[in-house]
């Protein structure tokens, strides 16, 4: 195998259990007989040593500032059953969160490296499994991974995967990006490949295929519950709607009328499908396909309120670099939203942008109640769930928050 040995001091994050090692770490690579490069191939699982010979762990090759991965520290190799181990006690914390129930069939089983699984994404959606690799190693290693998911997690049969827009750009990569790896349950295609799965009782058509990420946001399900709680009676702007996850809870909870707002036409017909799966009486749910700022102006224009605002945008900031702008942008949207809530009003606030922390993005909003001059108060702060966990060597993992906001 590939060794990758450090420089002199540079072990100590790795001996802290931090999975990565920098590019700029590293002292020399011996590489293993075979090699026609003269480097490591992409993906390559290569074993990183001390400048003192010791045994740090192994991991997947990346071309790149971050040059390996770790996946199992103090080994010299995989372990054997090693995939089978990982997707198991992944599971294994599912379970003891209590998100295995006949209400909840939906969830997220592998977080990448807070399920020390660096550049791996799986989530669950009833007896499907998608799977998502950001890293040519876990894409090397998808059709282990999909067997060790089909053998470990029960409800399971089918095993999908989707990595066309997660993958490093390469021009090579070796074969499919996209498609069953493992399908079980071969309907699907009679059914539109699209199907139920159920989050806290609420059933949501999941469509894998064409939906946004690997088809649905599991990362709001404790946030949507919270607004179920303070839905009775409101009239609700669930803004940046997707396919309805804050409707719905909101609706449950006995909201007075929900307006569902996206720009996304195929978003907003999967809206108007949970709806009428989940409330098919209901006259009390608008689903309108329109900009955000478009339609809060147009709604200001009319002099409309509403007691209850959910504001869930895509991230603004996908890089460091784009920070600023991203906040002017989250201050813009937080202000015209701040706006429009009636006095003693709520607003549900979140930015999923991994570069803008906490601080920052509770200023541009507090920023954006300044300008409208609108008093506000923080009722709690929203973070994402635990099945979306934070290895604690690997803080850079927590990257979704929320302020709900009494506005007087
Ligand atoms: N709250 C949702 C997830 C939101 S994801 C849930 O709980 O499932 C962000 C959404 O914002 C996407 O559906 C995307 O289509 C939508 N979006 C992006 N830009 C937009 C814009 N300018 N106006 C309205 N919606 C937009």
Same mark, same amino acid.
């Given at each position: 195998?590939?060794?990758?040995?450090?420089?002199?001091?540079?072990?100590?994050?790795?001996?802290?259990?931090?999975?990565?090692?920098?590019?700029?770490?590293?002292?020399?690579?011996?590489?293993?007989?075979?090699?026609?490069?003269?480097?490591?191939?992409?993906?390559?699982?290569?074993?990183?040593?001390?400048?003192?010979?010791?045994?740090?762990?192994?991991?997947?090759?990346?071309?790149?500032?971050?040059?390996?991965?770790?996946?199992?520290?103090?080994?010299?190799?995989?372990?054997?059953?090693?995939?089978?181990?990982?997707?198991?006690?992944?599971?294994?914390?599912?379970?003891?969160?209590?998100?295995?129930?006949?209400?909840?069939?939906?969830?997220?089983?592998?977080?990448?490296?807070?399920?020390?699984?660096?550049?791996?994404?799986?989530?669950?959606?009833?007896?499907?499994?998608?799977?998502?690799?950001?890293?040519?190693?876990?894409?090397?290693?998808?059709?282990?991974?999909?067997?060790?998911?089909?053998?470990?997690?029960?409800?399971?049969?089918?095993?999908?995967?989707?990595?066309?827009?997660?993958?490093?750009? =390469? +021009?090579?990569?070796?074969?499919?990006? @996209?498609?069953?790896?493992? $399908?079980?349950?071969?309907?699907? #295609? /009679? !059914? *539109?490949?699209?199907?139920?799965?159920?989050?806290?009782?609420?059933?949501?058509?999941?469509?894998?295929?064409?939906?946004?990420?690997?088809?649905?946001?599991?990362?709001?399900?404790?946030?949507?519950?919270?607004?179920?709680?303070?839905?009775?009676?409101?009239?609700?702007?669930?803004?940046?709607?997707?396919?309805?996850?804050?409707?719905?809870?909101?609706?449950?909870?006995?909201?007075?009328?929900?307006?569902?707002?996206?720009?996304?036409?195929?978003?907003?017909?999967?809206?108007?499908?949970?709806?009428?799966?989940?409330?098919? =009486? +209901?006259?009390?749910?608008?689903?309108? @396909?329109?900009?955000?700022? $478009?339609?809060?102006?147009?709604? #200001? /224009? !009319? *002099?409309?309120?509403?007691?209850?605002?959910?504001?869930?945008?895509?991230?603004?900031?996908?890089?460091?670099?784009?920070?600023?702008?991203?906040?002017?942008?989250?201050?813009?949207?937080?202000?015209?939203?701040?706006?429009?809530?009636?006095?003693?009003?709520?607003?549900?606030?979140?930015?999923?942008?991994?570069?803008?922390?906490?601080?920052?993005?509770?200023?541009?909003?507090?920023?954006?109640?300044?300008?409208?001059?609108?008093?506000?108060?923080?009722?709690?702060?929203?973070?994402?769930?635990?099945?979306?966990?934070?290895?604690?060597?690997?803080?850079?993992?927590?990257?979704?928050?929320?302020?709900?906001?009494?506005?007087?």
């Amino acid at each position: 195998m590939t060794t990758v040995y450090l420089k002199p001091k540079k072990e100590e994050s790795l001996k802290r259990f931090h999975p990565w090692v920098f590019s700029g770490a590293i002292a020399r690579v011996v590489l293993d007989a075979g090699h026609k490069t003269s480097a490591p191939d992409e993906g390559e699982l290569v074993c990183v040593r001390s400048s003192a010979d010791e045994v740090l762990g192994v991991g997947h090759w990346q071309i790149g500032s971050i040059a390996v991965r770790i996946l199992a520290f103090g080994e010299e190799k995989l372990p054997v059953n090693f995939w089978i181990q990982r997707i198991n006690a992944a599971y294994k914390v599912r379970e003891a969160i209590g998100l295995i129930r006949s209400d909840n069939n939906t969830f997220r089983l592998v977080h990448g490296e807070g399920d020390f699984l660096p550049g791996l994404i799986v989530d669950v959606y009833a007896d499907t499994a998608v799977v998502q690799a950001h890293s040519i190693g876990m894409h090397l290693c998808r059709n282990e991974i999909a067997d060790a998911i089909l053998a470990e997690v029960p409800q399971v049969q089918n095993v999908y995967y989707k990595s066309d827009d997660t993958l490093p750009f =390469k +021009a090579a990569i070796e074969g499919e990006k @996209t498609g069953y790896l493992i $399908e079980t349950v071969q309907d699907r #295609k /009679a !059914q *539109n490949e699209a199907f139920w799965s159920t989050e806290n009782g609420l059933d949501f058509r999941i469509d894998w295929l064409r939906g946004q990420k690997t088809g649905f946001f599991i990362d709001q399900r404790e946030n949507r519950a919270l607004v179920e709680r303070y839905a009775a009676g409101k009239e609700v702007l669930n803004m940046f709607c997707y396919t309805g996850g804050f409707s719905l809870y909101a609706l449950r909870g006995g909201a007075k009328h929900v307006d569902s707002v996206d720009v996304s036409q195929k978003a907003i017909d999967l809206v108007n499908v949970n709806v009428a799966k989940n409330f098919p =009486k +209901a006259t009390n749910h608008t689903a309108v @396909t329109a900009d955000a700022f $478009e339609y809060l102006s147009a709604q #200001k /224009a !009319q *002099n409309r309120t509403f007691d209850l605002i959910i504001l869930d945008p895509p991230a603004f900031a996908k890089h460091r670099d784009a920070v600023k702008n991203a906040l002017r942008g989250y201050q813009r949207i937080n202000a015209k939203a701040i706006e429009m809530i009636s006095h003693g009003g709520i607003l549900f606030t979140f930015s999923c942008s991994q570069a803008v922390d906490k601080e920052a993005f509770r200023l541009a909003v507090f920023s954006a109640a300044a300008q409208v001059g609108r008093k506000v108060r923080i009722l709690h702060q929203l973070h994402q769930p635990q099945d979306h966990p934070i290895n604690i060597y690997h803080p850079e993992g927590e990257y979704l928050k929320g302020l709900v906001l009494y506005v007087e």
